[in-house]
């Protein structure tokens, strides 16, 4: 990839480019803020069959958590949801953590990419009919399980393999949106930052 699109030389142009679309949507966010009832939603057995995530490795399997639990021997089981409501209970939108590495592209494919992260926010987003915004957990050992997709590519950097991406959204959407729809709102929210190394 040396040389490639966005790992050369700066860009004046793209950097604009950024620039102008991140200050447009926080300026269009601000001028639609609207009162607002947050919910949360925990599961902590999520996806038992791994359909959608799996453990990555297996080297790391005796090593033991902080309270001593085998946090190595597996995945990080825990999803966990934030629905944004407005003030009469109809949603807005929702912020999905699933724990996910996006390597479904593969490092080979020098395509900018949402990958397996991208295609859960896409799925959630068509399933509820809201935005669905998908924010990294501990996905360090935790792969997509790829489904069966592309059995032949371009060439080997050109292999974005939508067909396992659009899968395995469906299949996240289908264990998430009941956790989302079942999140209780309120216009109250007691909030904690934890920081655990």
């Known amino acids: 990839l040396w040389l490639s699109m966005g790992v050369d030389r700066p860009r004046r142009d793209l950097f604009d480019r950024a620039v102008t679309a991140i200050t447009r949507a926080a ?35 005796d090593v033991l958590g902080p309270d001593g639990n085998t946090a190595g021997k597996g995945k990080d089981p825990v999803a966990w949801i934030m629905r944004v409501d407005r003030s009469d209970g109809s949603p807005l939108a929702a912020v999905v953590d699933v724990p996910i590495h996006g390597t479904i592209g593969e ?5 900018v990419s949402t990958d397996a992260p991208g295609a859960i926010e896409r799925a959630l987003t068509a399933e509820l009919g809201y935005p669905v ?5 501990a996905a360090g050992d935790v792969s997509p399980s790829k489904p069966t997709g592309r059995t032949a590519c371009p060439d080997a950097y050109r292999c ?9 959204g469906a299949r996240a959407a289908a264990l998430l949106a ?6 209780t709102t309120s216009d109250r929210a007691v909030m ?3 920081t655990r190394s």
């Open 178 to 183: 009941p956790l989302v729809r079942a999140a």
């Open 192 to 194: 904690e930052v934890v």
């Open 107 to 111: 490092d080979n494919n020098s395509l």
């Open 133 to 137: 915004l998908h924010v990294q957990g």
């Open 160 to 168: 974005l393999d939508m067909p396992a991406l659009e899968t395995l």
């Open 27 to 61: 300026r269009s966010a601000l001028d639609a803020m609207v009162p607002a009832r947050l919910g949360f939603a925990v599961d902590e057995h999520f996806d038992p069959e791994d359909r959608v995530n799996h453990d990555r490795r297996t080297e790391n399997d």
